[in-house]
Each structure stands twice: as C-alpha cells, then as structure tokens.
C-alpha cells in the first residue's frame, strides 16, 4: 500500500537548521507533488511548500521564501525538506504530503509526521 | 491569501448525533478545490471529502460534503465514537494552499 515514511524526531538549536526526510513507497514517485505541512503544538495546519518529483521545481509561500528548501533524490523515492535560521516559532510536527502531479488536488496520503523541537 | 474561517470552533455532541460543519472561504475557490480532513490525536490527517462532495477511498458514507464559491458544509449524519477529532476544511485552488483553523468535535 502507499506509504510515506518520514525521518525521526530532531532537536536543533536556535539558528540551526533541520533536513526532514519523506521516502515514498507503492506508487510511481514521479506521478505526485510532494506538499509539506507542519502543525505547532496545539495548533492548527500550515502549508510549507511543494516539490514537483518530476523536474524539482518548488514553491513555496512568502514567509518561507529564503528559509525553506526542498529536494528529492528519484533513486530512493526520497523527498527532503530543509528548514534554515530556526527560532522557538518553528518547534512543530512536519509531515510530507502528495498530491497528484499536474493538477490541482487535495493530499490524499499522509506521512506519519517529525516531531521537531527547537530549544537552546 | 485565501482565508478559510470554520464554525464553529467546537461542536460538542452525542453519538448518533447530526454534526453540521461550516467552511467559509475570503474568496470563490473555483470549481471546488475544496476538501476536509479529519484529524484523530497524535495522528497525521486524514483525507475525507475532496472537491467539496467527493468521499476518498474507504470513506463511509456517513461524511458527505457539500457547496461552491466561499461556502462549504461538511455533515456527519450520525456520529461513531471514532468520529469525535479535529476536522479542517483546505483549499488548494489558490496559492497558497491553505487550511481553517479547524472544528473540534467533542463528547457532549
């Protein structure tokens, strides 16, 4: 069945930065964007970006713009997310996301998510 | 940005019960690219309706969804234990994407 698993906990330091891994499985890897999602705790859902498989393109909103970067490496079906400069304000759970590639759709699975808490 | 506003914040009802769930959106969100989620504590979210009426795979037909333009509904028409979570409405018309801010369903 289709799964996204997602790399362990982290604990950073402010100013430090976080690599999320997402490794896809059960599907064709370039026939979904790959959206991240992250949830502060006791909050509700804040979209991060999006990582088109098929030729890298990206996209992300204004206020990750420069922060926020996001890869993919075909040979293991594996999407990376990279959050840069980290403040108290980015300890929340990540979680990967895909949507089908080419057009406009909702996420239809989920990863299970990467607890990431930023404390000095 | 699109802002998507859910009403109400808490729901609190019995098993059995009708749940009603509001999504309204700052501007039109064309041709329904709206969907909601459901969300169980300490687990990822879960796709239940998209493109404002369809159910995913494997949904029961309890969840139906419906609207267009900026107002969407959401209705469970007889609540199971397992139904009492977090639901969040998402539109993915617009970039950015964005969520409500949720409707918790809670025991009466």
């Known amino acids: 069945q289709v799964q996204l698993v997602q790399s362990g906990a982290e604990v950073k330091r402010p100013g430090a930065s976080v690599k999320v891994s997402c490794k896809a499985s059960a599907y064709t890897f370039t026939n979904y964007y790959i959206h991240w999602v992250r949830q502060a705790p006791g909050q509700g859902l804040e979209w991060m970006g999006i990582?088109?498989?098929?030729?890298?393109?990206?996209n992300s909103p204004h206020k990750f713009l420069g922060r926020v970067t996001m890869t993919r490496d075909t040979s293991s079906s594996t999407v990376y997310m990279e959050l840069s400069s980290l403040t108290s304000d980015d300890t929340a759970i990540y979680y990967c996301?895909?949507?089908?590639?080419?057009?406009?759709?909702?996420?239809?699975?989920w990863g299970q998510g990467t607890l990431v808490i930023v404390s000095s | 940005e699109v802002v998507l506003t859910q009403s109400p914040g808490t729901l609190s009802l019995s098993p059995g019960d009708r749940a009603t769930l509001s999504c309204r959106a700052s501007?039109?969100?064309?041709?329904?690219?709206l969907a909601w989620y459901q969300q169980e504590p300490g687990q990822a979210p879960r796709l239940l309706i998209y493109?404002?009426?369809n159910r995913a795979p494997g949904i029961p037909d309890r969840f139906s969804g419906s609207g267009s333009g900026t107002d969407f509904t959401l209705t469970i028409s007889r609540l199971e234990p397992e139904d009492f979570a977090v639901y969040y409405c998402q539109q993915y018309d617009h970039s950015p994407r964005t969520f409500g801010q949720g409707t918790k369903v809670d025991l009466k």
């Open positions: 996301a895909r949507g089908r590639a080419g057009a406009k759709t909702a996420f239809d699975f």
């Open positions: 493109a404002a009426s």
């Open positions: 501007q039109s969100v064309r041709s329904s690219y």
């Open positions: 990582i088109d498989p098929r030729d890298i393109n990206t």
